[in-house]
Nanobody, 115 residues
């Protein structure tokens, strides 16, 4: 059974930082394209960042220079370091894995940025 479990969300003031974690089981994160999405109000999920099997990353323009994705293969975990957070970053953040055959989602973790 595949599971993606996110953690690390919370409430911070503008300019603050948070680190999200996505612990994978049932798949190898190093063998998958991993990604973080976010969903603010409304049904559309926005792609934040991806990291492929080779470690190449792609960031949304809105988070470039502020967010960093990384992967710990030994822990089968992907991280999202978020710095200089802005109110518009407020959303539920979802971990996503694409193995080449199937797509999996975590349950999401809430990030709220407000003063």
């Amino acid at each position: 059974q595949v599971q993606l479990v996110e953690s690390g969300g919370g409430s911070v003031q503008p300019g603050g930082s948070l680190t999200l974690s996505c612990a994978a089981s049932g798949i190898r994160s190093s063998a998958s394209r991993m990604a973080w999405y976010r969903q603010a109000r409304g049904p559309q999920r926005e792609l934040v960042v991806t990291i492929n099997r080779g470690g190449d990353t792609t960031y949304a323009d809105s988070v470039k220079g502020r967010f960093t994705i990384s992967r710990d293969d030994a822990k089968n975990t992907v991280y999202l370091q978020m710095n200089n957070l802005k109110p518009e970053d407020t959303a539920v953040y979802y971990c996503n894995a694409f193995t080449g055959l199937k797509i999996y989602w975590g349950q999401g973790t809430q990030v709220t940025v407000s003063s």
